[in-house]
């Protein structure tokens, strides 16, 4: 009958830990060429027949005034919106932060408020040196002040609602409830990008644009935390026993 080494419940957990830091780095270098493609697609006019192509067939064809669907949609269409907005997810990331703090859980709240605060500022100075013009094809369903690319909104609630999701699924033994906080995280910035164009102030490739970043920036963030810690968020780096 053979017998286990006392290793290799340490040496499996280590290969697990890599394994993974591994392929989330493949994942942010994905992502990363993918944001480049898009970007020169859109401002070599490759992308400008699919951006008027989707964001017209989310308008009445006879009044490009009234986006499609009875109006209790298009007010649905701003509570969506409103789930990226800087009001909202101010008031989520101070609530995650200050439980994480109170829990004494530092190094988990430096990585959200890392994430949220460097994305905030990535988005404000993409935005300011892309200055690509809003759509101009239909009126806009909310206000605007900004310019178009890449959407904040769907670049922050990329950012900030799989960094939260992520962080809720590591704290979960049960696969079912990890996966259930990941396709939440996913299903609400999803939500959010697809009511920017719904309501005419953002270009398709804008809204792909703001989840490729904003998938890429909480990547990034996670990895650092992983080099930070590879064990548990509370307490001592050490393989279980």
Do not use: N
């Not at 995650?96 to 100075?125: E, F, H, M, N, Q």
């Amino acid at each position: 009958m053979s017998r286990e080494s006392p290793l290799s419940g340490p040496l499996a957990w280590i290969g697990r830990h890599e394994l993974a830091t591994l392929v989330l780095a493949l994942c942010a270098a994905g992502g990363a060429w993918l944001f480049a493609v898009i970007v020169d697609l859109v401002f070599s006019g490759a992308s400008s027949s699919f951006d008027e192509r989707v964001l017209l067939a989310m308008r009445h064809p006879t009044d490009r005034a009234d986006p499609v669907g009875p109006g209790w949609l298009e007010e649905i269409g701003r509570d969506f919106t409103a789930l990226g907005g800087v009001g909202v997810l101010t008031l989520i990331a101070l609530a995650a932060v200050g439980y994480l703090l109170l829990d004494g859980k530092r190094r988990p709240a430096a990585v959200v408020a890392l994430a949220i605060l460097g994305g905030l500022v990535i988005s404000t100075v993409m935005k300011h040196q892309f200055a690509r013009p809003r759509p101009d094809l239909v009126p806009h369903g909310s206000i605007v002040y900004t310019s178009s690319f890449p959407s904040g909104h769907s670049m922050m609630s990329a950012l900030t609602y799989l960094t939260l999701g992520a962080l809720l699924a590591h704290f979960q033994e049960r696969k079912r409830l990890k996966s259930w906080f990941l396709c939440l995280a996913l299903l609400l910035t999803v939500l959010v990008g697809a009511s920017r164009v719904y309501l005419g102030v953002h270009w398709p490739t804008d809204v792909l644009a703001g989840w490729t970043g904003g998938a890429v920036w909480a990547i990034l963030c996670w990895l650092l935390a992983r080099r930070l810690q590879t064990g548990r968020w509370s307490g001592a780096a050490r393989p279980p026993s």
